[in-house]
């Protein structure tokens, strides 16, 4: 039996690869498939399938990703990853997902650090769809009993012996009775989004517990310091919400008020991608040219055409119009970079292989495709295919029969750890949570420097001295180690940009890899290329 950590689009697509091969496995939630973040991805998928008459290739779409992110990725986990970008776009649209057509060809719209129109979408509601299509196709094989739900279930620990994973510790949400998964274990439990409550995009429900509590275990990580801004984002009650980059993909241009005039900064600095340079380069623009001219950033929509609005963007401006009450279709929007994706996570290989043994990682939560900055439109994509990848190098071990976890078949309850049963971010004490919150986000800006990154340590350091259960004391390591990943990267590459260090050095064109050994964290610097763990 397989058990999987996350219900989104990693952990579902992971589940139906086994169950296509007739493997089964526990999909294992905090919150139901429905509920998932990957429901909220707006913008579209990325995927050289060329119906754009642009000459498109996945050549372009790997030297693209690449570039987007500083030259670190793995560049055979990027290859594999565009070259089956294609097949899971059609794959896609056979299981039904809507996307927009003209002459029944699936249309392609532009998207940052790209120069070719390679994203396709349904709207600016693409995840949701997306969701919607495979979590039909996951209960076609739960009425086969090869997929078995496990919603509102709590990761709580992974059981590990001699560096081999054994199984998983869950907790049921609504009875609070523990239970015992045993067998290889898929973690596709998203981003970290929890840590900058209030200053994301993401959903808060990912809270960066299930990366904390493997770190403590012993499971390395690494890239935790690329942390993506998206540009475009407003502000509502507890989050950041986003404005698509579809709004700049089909024509939205960024401005400020300088001299009483529009200043369309990015047009004048970047003629060749314009708004759409990746989103590293358009986040740091705007926090520089917000703080030298004393200015509020605009996103500029007005000149969209009708048909953009009636059959590609809809959904972006009703929702617009419900939390500004502005209508972009007439009228320019304030709009600032806020957090979006974690490149950094669980550091995998090809295979998806964590260095702990039967132990795997997808999507969000690991570090894989992006390095130093993601392109919009590869997070679906990532998420799918790293799903894909997992099951796949699971699934060869599950048929060799390698690894003998005894006959526990069904989920075995065993006694509650009451110290170990509140999730840090979730104490009843909310001040911690927005300590470390407002600790990260002073220290892990779009602008970084040696000053605030050591200041962000001692003020962690001080934390400690307060009362804190065993899980808040896990999330205190993982917010140390996110500093310290700056910290160590002494130049600055896509999403770590450091004042002091304003230029790259080859020195740190690598992953950046942290590990937990003994409550001291062990940091350095691997060239992706190695691929080893």
């Known amino acids: 039996m397989v058990n999987i950590i996350g219900a989104g689009l990693a952990g579902l697509s992971a589940a139906i690869s086994l169950a296509k091969q007739g493997i089964s496995c526990n999909l294992i939630s905090n919150l139901p498939s429905e509920r998932a973040q990957s429901v909220m991805a707006e913008g579209g998928i990325n995927g050289a399938i060329n119906t ?45 997902v809507p996307f927009n057509l003209k002459n029944n060809e699936i249309q392609q719209r532009n998207f940052g650090g790209q120069k070719k129109k390679r994203t396709a979408y349904s709207k600016s509601s693409t995840g949701k769809v997306i969701m919607t299509a495979l979590i039909d196709e996951a209960r076609k094989y739960e009425v086969l009993g090869l997929i ?55 959903s808060t429900a990912n809270t960066g517990f299930v990366t904390a509590k493997v770190f403590e275990q012993g ?93 590609r963007l809809p959904d972006l401006r009703e929702e617009i119009i419900h939390y500004l009450d502005k209508d972009p279709k007439t009228e320019p929007i304030p709009v600032a970079p806020g957090i979006h994706y974690f490149m ?74 009451k110290e170990n049963t509140k999730v840090w971010l979730e104490s009843k004490e909310e001040s911690f949570t927005i300590k470390v919150r407002d600790i990260l986000f002073e220290a892990m800006g779009i602008v970084r420097n040696e000053q605030g990154l050591n200041k962000g340590l001692l003020q962690l350091e001080e934390l400690t001295k307060e009362p804190l259960n065993k899980e808040e004391i896990a999330g205190i390591n993982l917010a140390r180690a996110i500093i310290l990943s700056g910290l160590y990267r002494k130049e600055s590459r896509g999403a770590n940009y450091r004042e002091d260090y ?3 050095d080859d020195a740190y064109r690598g992953m950046t890899r942290v590990v937990l050994k003994e409550d001291k964290i062990d940091i350095g610097i691997w060239r992706a290329d190695e691929d080893t763990n």
């Open 344 to 417: 950094g996570g669980i550091d995998v290989d090809r295979n998806h292989s964590t260095t702990v043994e039967n132990l795997f990682a997808a999507g969000e939560c690991c570090s894989a495709y992006h390095g130093a900055n993601r392109l919009g439109g590869n997070s679906l994509l990532g998420a799918i295919y790293g799903g894909r990848c997992a099951a796949k190098t699971v699934a060869r071990l599950e048929k060799e029969g390698k690894t003998d976890f005894g006959e526990i078949i069904k989920p075995q309850v065993i006694a509650a750890d």
């Open 52 to 96: 754009m008459g642009e000459d498109d290739d996945t050549e372009y779409h790997f030297e693209d990703t690449m570039k987007a992110g500083g030259d670190i990725a793995n560049k055979t986990m990027v290859r594999g990853l565009v070259e089956t970008a294609p097949d899971i776009i059609r794959y896609l649209q056979s299981i039904g």
């Open 219 to 311: 499971v390395r990580l690494s890239n935790l310091e690329m942390i993506q801004y998206h540009p475009t984002t407003i502000k509502i009650s507890d989050k950041a919400c986003l404005v698509s980059e579809a709004a700049r993909g089909e024509g939205g241009r960024l401005f400020i008020y300088k001299n009483n005039e529009k200043w369309y900064f990015m047009e004048e600095k970047y003629p060749e991608l314009k708004n759409l340079m990746p989103r590293d380069v358009v986040s740091r623009e705007m926090y520089f040219v917000s703080r030298d001219n004393d200015a509020q950033v605009y996103l500029d929509m007005t000149e969209l055409s009708k048909e953009v609005w009636k059959d």
């Open 502 to 504: 304003p230029e790259r």
């Open 148 to 202: 078995k739900r496990y919603s509102n279930h709590e990761f709580l620990r992974l059981r590990i012996e001699n560096n081999v994973c054994r199984g998983v510790e869950v907790r049921n949400n609504y009875t609070g009775v523990c239970y015992y998964f045993e067998g290889r274990v898929i973690l596709a439990s998203g981003g970290l989004s929890g840590l900058f409550k209030g200053f994301t995009t993401g």
